[in-house]
Every structure is written in structure tokens, then in C-alpha cells.
């Protein structure tokens, strides 16, 4: 029986009417396993996975398929999204197997859980005779299954074991970037040719970089990214947002997910590039993406849900792309000076005459092609994309996958906060605000715990790295933008127990996993970059900021012990450890925290914004504050300025206002050494 009806996941519950025996993950499918001496299939997807809809369809819904499927296996479907955990213990057996890695995902796994055979995506006759391969091995070869697991199991726990000597150098900067740069398309921008993935973590350190060393080169790759990735088919011209990747090398045609963290990351990476380069567009990207955000993601209890999926009416992209007559339809007289802005069957033509909407040129340059005015131009442009958006709002919608997850809301809560920063946008901070009270409330308990997913108001599943990491650089960047204390009190009580319950005696990086989950079969712990941020690295910046602002000195050397313990990878390894890499840069800066006491603190907080001074972390009250960094500094009728590395305060200055601009002139660290 299939029992996916009552799952929370909207993913699973895409799978409730399959013929396949689906359980959830948990002890009572792999009790079944165990009572019935079975191998246990473990089918990992999310619920905007386009490939995971075509094998479903192909296989899954297939009732031949199905009935061998519950005659050989237990058969679980897990959730990405919801269970990390478990996505990152199968995807790297899935790796070592077969060189690859992606959803869905597919492990055929003992009832023990050590993996026995895996792979992605599978075209029907293909799973048909894996199914039947692997079922008649279990049943005459075990003891060859039971050794290939164990030899499987074996590897990901010594890859685990691995020891992270660090280094004491200085970290070699510009051959660091050049790792980086390596890999660039200097041509369409981003790296590699195709599939090109945002990759925001990577761009927002190579902007730190660019602008701290004022090297002109990195800078121009940053800028041709982030014009190539706004102009493309990627972005969602009409509503705002940006698909997870492009299936091309030029970001022309998307692969049509859309992903509360790819948007909340890109959120934040085009306000600060507004702010660094002096380039409006990158400021009218971010509140697009902002709005996007708000309209379509937005959760009516509290927070934003996940992702929008990839298909429609069972055809991936068809809510997105145009033919040629609908548009005509739609705008009339205005279809001329459309079609050359947006290359209708021309650049912008994908295939079966459809069309996906991108920026052949900019609104200047539309204006100076057609003998507008500038004004004249963005008129035309809001007046037809709102006709086009009134119109595609008919069509059937993408599903909305509504669970809320704790980590993603908490890059989305940082991003929020840093783009009301940068660009002054009073209603990003109030947003940023609304959707930290609602965890605060929701998924943190009293003793500092978190939970992980919130589908219809409830939370569950305990709380992976990523959740503390990510809602606590969330909360320590909504304070920089509001002086509320109680947000930095929270985010200390979630380092206090991720310190408590996610360390480990030998390293001094964190598991993913804390010691009051359910055992696993590897307790794993992330340390690289991909489309997320390693949490790990997160961690590290969590635990610097609070150092300095409470003065606690075990939370700095817990820090530069694990930004010590990934330096001596960043040489060979640097594009997988963007955020280390960020994390250490602003640590050789050195970063320093500026602290206001006084009538002006307020006003000093928002000038400080619009500012491109990444190193600087904000702290400030009104009036007395018990907050260690900020403790006897008040002076009643006075607003004071201090200028604090690593907790310790240089002398006041009452002209804040000479302070920032010094910090904007003069920030080159070491002498102008992370160039050199």
C-alpha cells in the first residue's frame, strides 16, 4: 500500500497515487526490510525536479514496473529537500559508484542502510533490468551484495575520517583568484561552458576580492556575470526571479525551477554589486528579485516556501515561453520594438516556435535604437511586461512546493537584511523582520533547538547544521540593520547548542547531524561549497561575528580554528570553498566592527548603508547597553564612534561620519598584500 497521502512533502505526496508501495523514511520501512528480508530502495528527489517527474511518469507510474518493484524491495521515497542527511550519505555512495551525481537519485541499500548499488536517473527498460538484476543477486549472490556493501560503507566512513591539517601561512590571494579564474567564460561570463550554474557564493567573494585588491580584471568578470546571467533567459524578465541553471552556455534557456535559495543568494550578490560598482540595473535586479520573492514564495502563515516547480501541464517551461502569434496577440502595434529587444524567433527561439524572453540589448540601448527617451523606454517595458504577466497568470501554474524550511528562510532573512543595507528599501528590512519572528516562534524551542521543515504552520525534523548556521548569519545581519538586541541573543543561543551538540572531539569542524538525532549510517560534515554555502563555513563567520560583539574568546578560537583547518585547500580547491574563502579574506582584512552609542546611532546605522564596506560589521544603541561590546561607551548628548578588531575598541571619534568615509578609502588589508 502506498502511503505517501499522509507525508507533509509536497514532493512525496506527487508520488501518493503511484502503484509503487512507497513508505517514508523512518524505522518502520526498514523493520519491513528486515522482517521480510529485503533490499530497501531509497528514491531521492524535490518536488521542482524535472527529471524526477519524467521518471516517475516513465517508471513509477508504470504498474509492470511497480509490481516488481514491491515484490523485490522495500521502496522509500525521501525528500531531499526535508532529509539532507540523508541525500548527502546516498548521493556520495551514488558518486563513488558511478562517477555522477544528481535527482533523482536511486541506492539500492541493505536494511541496515549501507549502500549496495545506485544511480540517477533511469530510462524505463533500464530500470526494468536493474530491478531484476539486482533482486535475483540478493536472492543467489548475497554474500557478493553483502560484501560490495560492505566495502562501499567502508570508503564513505574513511572519506569521513579524513583529518584537516590546515595551514599556518599567510593564504597566497592572488593565486587563490587565479584558481578562480582558471575557470572563467570570459566571453558569456560565469565558468565552464554548460549547464552554467548562478554559483553566488563564488561571486560574491570574487567581488570582495575584486574591490579589496582593485584588481580591474576580476571585477570585469564579475560585472559580465552578472549582465549575461540579467539579460538571459535565467532571469524571468517579467516576474523577476531566476530558474536554478541554464541548460546552455550562453544563460539563454533555463531549466525552469525556481529555488528559494538561488533567489535569496542572487537577492543579496546584485545589492551588493549595486553597491560596489555604482551600476543601477544590478539595484532594479535586486528589488525584481526581491518582488518575485514576496508574490511568489511567500508563505500566508509566516516565511517562504521552497521552490516553484519546473513543469506545467506536464511540459517543462511551458508556463514560461511564448510562441510568436501569442505575443503578437498580446501587445499589438508594440510586438516591433519588442520582438528586436527580446530576439522573437531569433536569439530568443528555444524550440517547437516557442520563444524565452531575454535582453538582447538594455533599455538604453532600446531607447537609442527606437529614438526614445530613456523614461520612454522603461514606460513602454513596465506597460508590456505587465500585459504579458496579466496574461501568463491565466495559464495553469507551476506547483508551489509550500513547506518552509528553516536554513533557506535563514539565507533569505540575511539576504533581505543586506539588501535593505545597500539599497535603503525600507520594506526589505520590515520583510526580513516578519520572517525572523516567525521562526524565532516557530522553529526555535526553548533550549535553543531548531526544526528543520514547517509545512501549514507546523515544524518538524530536527534541525541539521545548515538550520543553525544559516538563521543565525540571518539574525546577526537583521540586528546590523535594526540595533535589536534580542536577535543577536538568539543567534548566540543557537551557537551555544550547535557548540553543545554538533561538535566533534577531534576536528574542530561540526557535523551536519547533532548528537540527539536518530544514528546514521555516517555522521557526515560539510565542508564544501555547492549551490548552498558550506554550513561549516557559515558556522565559522556566525562564531567570529559573535566573538567580537560578546567578547567571548572561545567563540573566536573555535572560528579561526576552522577557518585554519580549510586554508591549506584554498590554493588547489578555492571555487569549492567560496565561502572559507570569503570567511578568510575578511579575517586578513581585517574585519572590524564599528560601535555607536548615542542620540545618532540610528542615523549612523542607515548611512552606513548604501556603502560597500564588507569588512565592517555594524553594532549601535541609542541609549546604555548591556551588550558587551557596546557596555560604558554611552555618553548622555554625545554619539560616539569606536572602531573595534576582535573586541578590543580604539578611542571615539564624534565624527562617524569621517569614520565610514576613511573605512571606504583606505580598506586594503596588509598593505595591499592579498593583490600581490
Known sequence: MNLLSRAASPYLRQHQDNPVHWMEWGDEAFARARAENKLVLVSIGYAACHWCHVMAHESFEDPAIAESMNRHYVCVKVDREERPDVDQIYLEAVQLMTGRGGWPLNCFIMPDGRPVFGGTYFRPEQWSAVLARLAEAWEKESAGVIQQAEHLTDHLRRMEARMWPGSS?????????????????????????????????????????????????????????????????IHDHLAGGFARYSVDGEWKVPHFEKMLYDNAQLLELYAEAWSALDEPRYREVALGIAEFLERELAAPGGGYCSSLDADSEGEEGAFYVWTRSELEGILGDRFAWFEDLCGIEGEGLWEDGKNVLLFRYSLDELAARHGWGRE?????????????????????????????????????????????????????????????????????????????????????????????????????????CTFEEHYLAAARALAEYVLAHFGDADSPLFFFTSDTAPPALVRKKETADNVIPSSNAAMAQVLVALGDIFGESRYRERAEAMLSALSGELHAYAPVYAHWSQALLMESAPAATVAVVGPEAALFRDRAGGRYLPHLRLAGSEGPSDLPLLRDKYRPGATLAYRCERGICGLPTGDWRALLAAERANWNPDGGTAGG
Open 169 to 233: 601561512r599567510p593564504v597566497p590571494w592572488r593565486d587563490v583568484y587565479q584558481s578562480f579564474a582558471d575557470r572563467f567564460d570570459r566571453t558569456q561570463g560565469g565558468t565552464g561552458k554548460a549547464p552554467k550554474f548562478p554559483m553566488p557564493c563564488e561571486w560574491r567573494f570574487l567581488l570582495r576580492y575584486g574591490w579589496m585588491a582593485k584588481d580591474e580584471a576580476c571585477l570585469a568578470q564579475v560585472r559580465l556575470t552578472l549582465d549575461r546571467m540579467a539579460a538571459g533567459g
Open 376 to 480: 520612454e523606454a522603461e514606460r513602454n517595458w513596465e506597460e508590456a511586461r505587465r500585459d504579458l504577466l496579466a496574461a501568463r497568470e491565466q495559464r495553469p501554474r507551476p506547483m508551489l512546493d509550500d513547506k518552509v524550511l528553516t536554513s533557506w528562510n535563514g539565507l533569505l532573512i540575511r539576504a533581505l537584511s543586506a539588501a535593505y543595507r545597500h539599497t535603503g528599501e525600507a520594506e526589505l528590512r520590515r520583510r526580513a523582520r516578519a520572517a525572523a519572528d516567525f521562526l524565532l516562534e516557530r522553529a526555535m524551542r526553548s533550549d535553543g533547538r531548531l526544526w528543520h521543515r514547517g509545512w501549514q504552520g507546523v515544524f518538524a525534523i530536527e534541525g541539521f547544521l545548515e538550520d543553525y548556521a544559516f538563521f543565525a548569519e540571518g539574525l546577526i545581519e537583521l540586528y546590523q
